[in-house]
């Protein structure tokens, strides 16, 4: 079929566009002046909201010392204000977005025309973008608004930040939520810049026009009959549930209710406000307006063009939103002298109140209307009172949100990442030369790029960025050789500095265990056991079919969490060969450790010379349920063997020498303590460890192992009861269980035993 006739059937209706993004053809393009540098500015969209008014105002400033290149993923109002602004601007034609598969054929087209400095991207809805960038080394900047917990998908926020060269968040309460959302953004603490005050384009479409606009707010605020003295509170934004529209209802009722303060009226302005079309959150706003008597003291007013001529004619905003990183609108708010009030917890707005000392005036707790209207009150009594706090909040937005010194500190942070990136890109290239880099175990499939050179851009990214950090091949840790021996250049790829160094020896390196060693191992003679904790039964089926398919047979000790459970996991293991010495229902404490430490602990330590240790883990703290699966198998696949005999090689090992105390799955990933240091600390101290000096080592990522009694007797002998452990629902990190987990290396350690990690080639996660 001809593409074009496709198109104008069904693509379009699709929401498909009919060509790639390139410059917008209404304006001629300006010439890139040779002796200037050029950037590029990347922006979701171009409607005349905060991030796209931003990316505006940040071309605006950065034309004064580069070339600027405006790219917008998605078209709006603004596009012909970008025009005498950048020298190009590069956007859809109409109203389409692109899909996300040809952004990178735009990306690649620019980069072969403009040599760019450096890229700031705004908005994690722009992120698409940062893998091209990142593949050709070009520093980027990320400008993150959103909050990480309302973000879809979850993996957006940590995404962008991986590759980014560096992530800025406009306030601290969105940096603390993206790092309780990706704790590995605490390795390397993320940059808060509030962001400046911008200049929100104002034309109307002929010279009347203004004046009408005037007139209409005037009417909307103090309609014919209202005295000239009636206090007007304003609240403004898109007409949204996140903006709290509802909240900013109830608490006009309860002002107005109250029978206080005189004449006083209630605005919303924005757009949005549609009660016959959208039964989603209008109707019901209509409905409470009616319901709480409030028809004649409130009114919507549809978005204005100049919001700085509404706020002269306002006496309060009330920043009524549930969550808001750093809106423009209380920004321009204050810097018009305006009185802003907020609720506490819900926007960077309400932390910089009481940083400034106006949390008493301004900063009510969190979503409580009641609260919120008793302050408003005091300012509707009290001329003096707004005049006071308006000033000082007028001085605060200049201090604060100064434009010129915002751009200037991001300029600074690129020109920085611009260094690092050539560093980058000397590593990425050292380690594509390299035999020794094993993609198969290095690759990280939840990221996009599956080209050759994928996995090790990734990893090489991924230490640069402290995020998402993977280790290069079986048995080496770059995070142990960077804080053990250190880089002979700052800066440098840890794994490079390995290379270059000419791969020294040192506790960096751990044995490997792997199937190669040996297919066919003899039954080792030592006594055996596997403690088997079934807290989801349905994820056991194939455990005995593992053990099964190795010579050794330990004696199975089981915990399940109910008679019902108890009942299932014994049909499922009536086909294991070996002997099933103890099935105990558990109280659902401790999950998989407390059953292994306080039930079966001395059993296991007095009887056996070697115990292993698993359990079905289905990680019901990840959101993705494949990458769960995936997670289980790989463990299975290290400790039980399925393709290879793993628990006959690795316990033929353990036999064979006396040492080797420990053994566990080599993860990929690199993880440390995270939030669970000071507990574990407390632990060691139990366990007379001392101090617990380092922060990179391995560890059982996951808790399943096996191991000598001599280093499984210590925690056995802390005579740990049910209560000692955490109660359910148990944190995704930084509980009790999550410091044993990291320590059990560090007993072995410490009994003066060996670890090991495993390697089945083509298994990772």
Same mark, same amino acid.
């Given at each position: 079929?001809?593409?074009?006739?496709?198109?104008?059937?069904?693509?379009?209706?699709?929401?498909?566009?009919? &060509?790639?993004?390139?410059?917008?053809?209404?304006?001629?393009?300006?010439?890139?002046?040779?002796?200037?540098? /050029?950037?590029?500015?990347?922006?979701?969209?171009?409607?005349?909201?905060?991030?796209?008014? @931003?990316?505006?105002?940040?071309?605006? !400033?950065?034309?004064?010392?580069?070339?600027?290149?405006?790219?917008?993923?998605?078209?709006?109002?603004?596009?012909?204000?970008?025009?005498? =602004?950048?020298?190009?601007?590069?956007?859809?034609?109409?109203?389409?977005?692109?899909?996300?598969?040809?952004?990178?054929?735009?990306?690649?087209?620019?980069?072969?025309?403009?040599?760019?400095?450096?890229?700031?991207?705004?908005?994690?809805?722009?992120?698409?973008?940062?893998?091209?960038?990142?593949?050709?080394?070009?520093?980027?900047? /990320?400008?993150?608004?959103?909050?990480?917990?309302?973000?879809?998908?979850?993996?957006?926020?940590?995404?962008?930040? +991986?590759?980014?060269? $560096?992530?800025?968040?406009?306030?601290?309460?969105?940096?603390?939520?993206?790092?309780?959302?990706?704790?590995?953004?605490?390795?390397?603490?993320?940059?808060?810049?509030?962001?400046?005050?911008?200049?929100?384009?104002?034309?109307?479409?002929?010279?009347?026009?203004?004046?009408?606009?005037?007139?209409?707010?005037?009417?909307?605020?103090?309609?014919?009959?209202?005295?000239?003295?009636?206090?007007?509170?304003?609240?403004?934004? /898109? =007409?949204?549930?996140?903006?709290?529209?509802?909240?900013?209802?109830?608490?006009?009722?309860?002002?107005?209710?109250?029978?206080?303060?005189?004449?006083?009226?209630?605005?919303?302005?924005?757009?949005?406000?549609?009660?016959?079309?959208?039964?989603?959150?209008?109707?019901? +706003?209509?409905?409470?307006?009616?319901?709480?008597?409030?028809?004649?003291?409130?009114?919507?007013?549809? !978005?204005?063009?100049?919001?700085?001529?509404?706020?002269?004619?306002?006496? @309060?905003?009330?920043?009524?939103?549930?969550?808001?990183?750093?809106?423009?609108?209380?920004?321009?708010?204050?810097?018009?002298?305006?009185?802003?009030?907020?609720?506490?917890?819900?926007?960077?707005?309400?932390?910089?109140?009481?940083?400034?000392?106006?949390?008493?005036?301004?900063?009510?707790?969190?979503?409580?209307?009641?609260?919120?209207?008793?302050?408003?009150?005091?300012?509707?009594?009290? /001329?003096?009172?707004?005049?006071?706090?308006?000033?000082?909040?007028?001085?605060? &937005?200049?201090?604060?949100?100064? +434009?010129?010194?915002?751009?200037?500190?991001?300029?600074?942070?690129?020109?920085?990442?611009?260094?690092?990136?050539?560093?980058?890109?000397?590593?990425?290239?050292?380690?594509?030369?390299?035999?020794?880099?094993?993609?198969?175990?290095?690759?990280?499939?939840?990221?996009?790029?599956?080209?050759?050179?994928?996995? %090790?851009?990734?990893?090489?990214?991924?230490?640069?960025?402290? #995020?998402?950090?993977?280790?290069? #091949?079986?048995?080496?840790?770059?995070?142990?050789?960077?804080?053990?021996?250190?880089?002979?250049?700052?800066?440098?790829?840890?794994?490079?500095?390995? @290379?270059?160094?000419?791969?020294?020896?040192?506790?960096?390196?751990?044995?490997?265990? %792997?199937?190669?060693?040996? !297919?066919?191992?003899?039954?080792?003679?030592?006594?055996?056991?596997?403690?088997?904790?079934?807290?989801?039964?349905?994820?056991?089926?194939?455990?005995?079919?593992?053990?099964?398919?190795?010579?050794?047979?330990?004696?199975?000790?089981?915990?399940?969490?109910?008679?019902?459970?108890?009942?299932?996991?014994?049909?499922?293991?009536?086909?294991?060969?070996?002997?099933?010495?103890?099935?105990? =229902?558990?109280?659902?404490?401790?999950?998989?450790?407390?059953?292994?430490?306080?039930?079966?602990?001395?059993?296991?330590?007095?009887?056996?010379?070697?115990?292993?240790?698993?359990?079905?883990?289905?990680?019901?703290?990840?959101?993705?349920?494949?990458?769960?699966?995936?997670?289980?198998? #790989? @463990?299975?696949? $290290?400790? *039980?063997?399925?393709?290879?005999?793993?628990?006959?090689?690795?316990?033929?090992?353990?036999?064979?020498?006396?040492?080797?105390?420990?053994?566990?799955?080599?993860?990929?990933?690199?993880?440390?303590?995270?939030? $669970?240091?000071?507990?574990?600390?407390? *632990? %060691?101290?139990?366990?007379?460890?001392?101090?617990?000096?380092?922060?990179? #080592?391995?560890?059982?990522?996951?808790?399943?192992?096996?191991?000598?009694?001599?280093?499984?007797?210590?925690?056995?002998?802390?005579?740990?009861?049910?209560?000692?452990?955490?109660?359910?629902?148990?944190?995704?990190?930084?509980?009790?269980?999550?410091?044993?987990?990291?320590?059990?290396?560090?007993?072995?350690?410490?009994?003066?035993?060996?670890?090991?990690?495993?390697?089945?080639?083509?298994?990772?996660?």
């Amino acid at each position: 079929m001809d593409p074009y006739l496709h198109y104008l059937n069904h693509g379009r209706a699709e929401g498909r566009i009919g &060509a790639a993004l390139g410059p917008d053809r209404s304006s001629k393009p300006k010439e890139l002046e040779p002796n200037r540098e /050029t950037v590029l500015i990347v922006s979701h969209e171009a409607t005349r909201t905060g991030a796209p008014i @931003l990316s505006l105002n940040i071309a605006r !400033e950065l034309r004064k010392k580069y070339n600027v290149v405006s790219l917008m993923l998605r078209g709006g109002a603004l596009v012909d204000d970008f025009k005498p =602004v950048a020298n190009l601007v590069s956007c859809p034609q109409g109203d389409a977005g692109p899909q996300d598969f040809i952004i990178g054929e735009v990306i690649e087209r620019m980069l072969a025309s403009c040599n760019f400095r450096y890229a700031i991207v705004n908005s994690i809805e722009s992120r698409f973008v940062l893998p091209c960038l990142a593949r050709h080394f070009l520093p980027t900047i /990320t400008l993150i608004h959103e909050f990480a917990s309302n973000t879809r998908p979850r993996s957006a926020v940590s995404e962008a930040s +991986l590759w980014s060269s $560096n992530a800025v968040f406009s306030a601290d309460i969105v940096r603390d939520d993206a790092v309780r959302e990706c704790p590995d953004l605490a390795t390397q603490p993320p940059v808060v810049l509030p962001q400046g005050r911008c200049a929100v384009p104002v034309r109307y479409d002929t010279p009347a026009a203004a004046s009408q606009e005037q007139a209409r707010i005037a009417r909307s605020f103090r309609p014919d009959g209202w005295p000239e003295n009636t206090v007007v509170v304003v609240g403004a934004g /898109t =007409v949204h549930f996140r903006k709290g529209v509802d909240l900013f209802i109830d608490c006009a009722a309860h002002v107005m209710r109250s029978g206080r303060g005189g004449p006083c009226r209630f605005v919303w302005i924005g757009g949005g406000y549609d009660p016959d079309r959208d039964r989603g959150y209008s109707v019901y +706003l209509a409905d409470q307006v009616r319901r709480a008597g409030l028809e004649g003291s409130f009114c919507f007013l549809d !978005e204005v063009t100049d919001i700085e001529a509404a706020y002269a004619q306002a006496d @309060l905003l009330l920043l009524s939103s549930r969550l808001d990183p750093l809106p423009n609108v209380a920004i321009d708010a204050m810097a018009q002298g305006l009185p802003v009030l907020c609720f506490d917890k819900t926007s960077g707005i309400a932390d910089t109140l009481k940083n400034h000392g106006l949390e008493a005036e301004c900063v009510v707790p969190y979503l409580d209307s009641g609260a919120m209207a008793q302050r408003l009150l005091e300012f509707i009594e009290s /001329t003096e009172r707004r005049r006071s706090v308006g000033t000082r909040l007028k001085q605060i &937005a200049s201090d604060l949100f100064d +434009l010129s010194s915002y751009v200037e500190k991001l300029d600074a942070l690129a020109s920085k990442a611009v260094q690092r990136s050539r560093q980058e890109k000397q590593d990425f290239q050292r380690v594509t030369t390299t035999k020794i880099f094993r993609p198969d175990f290095a690759a990280n499939d939840s990221l996009e790029d599956k080209s050759p050179e994928g996995p %090790a851009r990734a990893f090489v990214r991924g230490w640069a960025a402290s #995020f998402h950090r993977r280790k290069p #091949f079986p048995g080496f840790h770059p995070g142990i050789y960077q804080e053990r021996r250190g880089l002979a250049l700052p800066g440098r790829d840890p794994f490079v500095d390995y @290379l270059e160094q000419g791969e020294p020896p040192g506790p960096w390196l751990s044995q490997v265990i %792997a199937p190669a060693d040996s !297919e066919n191992p003899p039954a080792p003679k030592s006594r055996i056991a596997l403690h088997l904790h079934i807290y989801y039964s349905d994820l056991m089926s194939d455990i005995p079919d593992r053990l099964n398919a190795n010579a050794v047979r330990p004696d199975l000790f089981i915990s399940v969490p109910s008679s019902s459970a108890s009942r299932q996991v014994e049909r499922l293991l009536a086909g294991y060969r070996g002997n099933v010495a103890d099935l105990q =229902v558990v109280p659902n404490r401790g999950r998989d450790i407390g059953p292994l430490l306080t039930t079966f602990g001395k059993k296991l330590s007095d009887s056996y010379d070697i115990v292993g240790h698993l359990h079905t883990k289905k990680s019901t703290d990840i959101q993705d349920s494949g990458s769960g699966k995936i997670w289980r198998l #790989f @463990l299975l696949e $290290n400790l *039980l063997g399925g393709q290879h005999r793993m628990a006959d090689i690795i316990l033929r090992r353990m036999e064979a020498d006396p040492a080797l105390g420990l053994v566990f799955p080599d993860d990929p990933f690199v993880v440390d303590w995270t939030a $669970n240091r000071e507990v574990a600390q407390t *632990l %060691a101290d139990r366990l007379g460890l001392g101090r617990l000096p380092y922060t990179h #080592f391995n560890f059982p990522v996951g808790t399943m192992f096996w191991v000598k009694v001599a280093a499984l007797r210590p925690w056995v002998d802390l005579g740990l009861g049910w209560n000692d452990y955490p109660p359910e629902p148990v944190p995704y990190d930084g509980s009790m269980l999550h410091a044993i987990e990291r320590l059990l290396p560090w007993v072995a350690e410490h009994e003066g035993l060996r670890i090991a990690v495993t390697n089945v080639p083509g298994m990772t996660r």
